[in-house]
């Protein structure tokens, strides 16, 4: 036995946090190949190193949580909402792969808006003085109609005067259950979780132009309220310390935070992908690491694996390969 | 006139967004000088090029909104009320610097806390593990006790009873306000904003320990309630279309969005600073520049800055030049 | 024609630096698809917003400079060499998908180092101390014995010796060519480069392991010569203003700027790629995009992206679709 | 002795790596104060959490490097020498606060330019196509004149027959010696760095327009010749295992790399500060935090801290609080 052995059982001792191997697997070159598939892709390219390690890892993770039967806790933020991703949340929701959805109302928003509107891709570098000017509005390289959000307004006061009729009082995530409902459109991943009964938590259901559309509702009818307190009630009661709980976080933001505290209530979670640009030198929640919430026991395993990525490319690959190797396609 | 002439008046019109200057500054070598104040060493720096140059318009502008008399919108997400940053929003609430407040509820729990308790200088570095065993928590370098979570529970109970006699239904930034006062502890930013009638907002006041604690709180008083939407409303009605509004937003999520939509609702700030670690090409909002507010109207003025860096260096830099020139300190 | 259709003509117009469509494309949804390949996946994410429209852009963009025949440069960092990229590099020299490598010293270094010894996954999380003891270097999350560099410095000495005996001076992209043709090693990028007359350049040859040597060598031969100054003007006319040229350039430093110089005296590049996590706000030229680069006439054309993300996963990505797409794999 | 004692000193005790104190010091409340100094301003910023913390820490053990008697290495990227920096370096060199200095070659060309021409504040957001036909370069928002660059052409081959005149062959930084030896301009820190004997090292003499321009030279007078091999040796030279050395990284790149390699070869760095905006999750060495070289050897104590931020204003900030507190200004 040469001094690396003893290097490399120590060297993996002194890391358990990210890696519970207990032997070091070596770096192996990358090949393209003809017609590969997705799945194949990321068999190869994770022993590339860096973050292509990580993708690797989180592919594992969530395949362990979901085959491990953990309540999966999906997070995203409003811009994912507003792009193509809402196809992939509507899909996951309809595989019923998650188990209880968290996001900002503009995700909410957006998917509504898109029932009935097209989104558009345009350009980080786009004049936003002439953007103005024509009606356009810009997120990232996403541009959406001025006219698509008047379209919002119309759509949300029926739907509102349509639940009101039935309840006056809801909690947020009753709130986005009752419109879910009423959009009857399979590409709404708002739809597809109603109809699955995936609830979505909302924890700042004012935070957009639904906050707007609420104060008007709310003028016309003074008895229609929304509790807060008995949401969050509700969200803890979704699962419990006994059970096995997994999160996939894409983003930070209250969406992100929303599920750590829900989970760190329970005991902590067993599974946890966090897929974010964020970093943690400004010690933001948002740029928080799966290390950062050991110490919190919010997590109290060693499945978790923080991706640094862009999730509009990583999500979808990884979930590409998570749903055909269970075979949910 | 010159070839470079030409291109100095057409390179300065095609970005009017950024510039406002009709001809172009020289950038200038710095010098350390002894003795230098804060407010020299910025004057200098700001010919320096790249960031610097950002952080001197951030001065300017924050500078031109407090001399406008511009409603002042200040917005930090959680991580700041738990560094030291909680002690310049205390004075700038006590100078009625700022008119309103928005934040996520960590940063009004961690200032709780703080009447009571210490926080410490920890590592980015720790390991999470041994933190977890020692009952340490760790948010980015900081450090906080299990116990000091505890001693917050106390705390909040009993500030619900006591409030809860007076009022049985508030709205969340009403409930912070109560808070406040009952506080009597002048380093404390919820104090101070309560004493100065500086209304803070919390457009996810359940995301926290907080969120936990009123749901104990409710279980207990099934009367007790918070009300959003009307929070909203107070929050519209803080300002007008035709009032001069001005924001200072460090980092992104709900808090910053939640100034965003709030001005755009009244046609527009004047005046934006933004300081952010976030970047654009994600497509978050957390990322979104001054320039993309541009193209929703919620900007209506060339007097906007994104200066790209940590807060808690930028932040207490430009205030303190901000409120020595202005004569506040 | 209503008023968004005269939106859509001038913002396109406004933007054509980043595009060159005449018409808004509209944002897709996206869904997982059983045995997708990542040809298909791409063609579908593309859709999706964000980075995810700049990986599809790069696809096309390097497509196109393949097949209009452009003299092609690959430029990337030393770190992707020490990670399995090194196959990819291998298989495009292979393939002569490219015609002028530049990188630096440390991937030359770590590819003759693996036709011997294999490097390893590792953790960013690492306690470095404890890797000091075992003998193991990090890069990132690779890790390589202290062992595996002294082989690297038997093989070269070696090699230095047998190249001296045919030549006593040389530039440094024909050291590197003496050193590949002598490595006899098919998962060499080194080797490849050599038998299929790719020249690789390294602007800095003497910064790393690899200068060490070459000093110990001339201490030893003190006739020993290398002419950095004949080996810039070789790349200069490695191609002409009259040539189209493309780049792929991944990460930053000398080995990108060095290409964009070569470019830049040729007039202008005709195609960029860059795949980077550097940001412009600092001004480095590691953050500079392909925007950037027109102002300096170094790029001559529209045919450009930068995709922000870590080229670990997103380099393998694009050119397993390219590579399928057109015929090479 | 209760468990939070405990807690404190096994979590300092395994955070060694970045922490060197006994006890955990206190998070402190921030407050501006009128006239306040660099110097004040640091001593109170630095306990308010996050990179305030490094920065405090940076200011230490560049004060202690100096005190020590540490021979100093300073390295920063091109771009730095395009913006005001320039004037600090001059400074630095002035005061021979640092004995070496490594940098890329577009810093010196900068600094030749500005002996003679302007560089100007511009923006980031500019539209490059417009300062392309206006004959303007920009450099992330700094723009420079193309009739700059002609006239550093003028000049450099002035100064290449005159420094021929008297030397056929010189190492890199021996010509960059020979160069600022001409230039009679005490703003140049290329001059102070040849008044004041303090080599600076460019690995990539040809990475630049100065590379063109040897080029040409070079066709002219065949004899002439750059050895970059002696410069290595030279590097090597000027520190050696027995001495206590510092390293001040701005940024990454060669010149980083080259410092650590060179410092490597010494048995390591007793001090190390690095500035810079780049993050280790890709792996670059630009990335590589302080942490990781110490599994390398590269560094060989504690003293050692990396800030994340940008240069334009921490070094300026860093370095007139210990200018001041040395009684260097």
Not at 58 to 70: C, G
Not at 82 to 90: D, I, Q, T
Not at 253 to 281: C, F, P, Q, S
Request: proline fraction near 2%; hydrophobic fraction near 40%; glycine fraction near 6%.
């Amino acid at each position: 036995m040469n001094k690396y052995d003893n290097a490399e059982k120590k060297a993996s001792k002194s890391e358990r946090q990210e890696q519970h191997k207990a032997e070091l697997e070596p770096i192996q070159d990358f090949h393209a190949e003809p017609n590969m598939t997705v799945s194949r892709f990321i068999d190869k390219v994770r022993h590339v190193g860096f973050q292509s390690v990580h993708l690797g890892k989180a592919v594992d993770i969530i395949k362990r949580m979901k085959q491990d039967n953990a309540k999966i806790f999906l997070t995203f933020t409003s811009n994912m909402g507003s792009s193509g991703m809402r196809g992939l949340f509507a899909q996951l929701f309809s595989l019923r792969f998650v188990d209880i959805a968290i996001t900002t109302v503009g995700a909410i928003e957006e998917d509504i808006i898109k029932t009935k509107e097209k989104f558009y891709v345009g350009s980080f570098d786009a004049n936003d003085l002439e953007l103005r000017k024509q009606g356009i509005n810009r997120i990232g390289n996403i541009f959406v109609k001025d006219t698509s959000y008047v379209k919002f307004e119309e759509i949300i006061q029926e739907l509102l005067e349509d639940i009101y009729q039935e309840k006056k009082k809801l909690t947020p995530s009753q709130l986005v259950y009752e419109i879910g409902k009423r959009l009857q459109d399979e590409s709404s991943f708002v739809y597809q979780a109603a109809k699955n009964n995936i609830p979505i938590y909302c924890p700042a259901i004012t935070d957009g132009s639904l906050g707007y559309q609420l104060m008007l509702f709310k003028d016309k009818h003074p008895d229609f309220e929304l509790d807060v307190i008995d949401d969050f009630k509700k969200l803890i009661l979704e699962s419990s310390p006994r059970e096995k709980k997994g999160v996939i976080i894409l983003g930070g933001g209250v969406a992100k935070h929303h599920a750590l505290i829900a989970n760190l209530i329970n005991e902590g979670m067993d599974y946890a992908v966090y897929i974010t640009t964020a970093r943690e030198y400004s010690g933001s929640l948002s740029g928080a690491t799966t290390r950062e919430a050991l110490s919190w026991g919010k997590l109290r395993s060693e499945n978790a694996v923080t991706v640094i990525g862009e999730a509009s490319i990583l999500f979808p690959l990884i979930m590409t390969k998570v749903l055909n190797d269970l075979g949910f396609v």
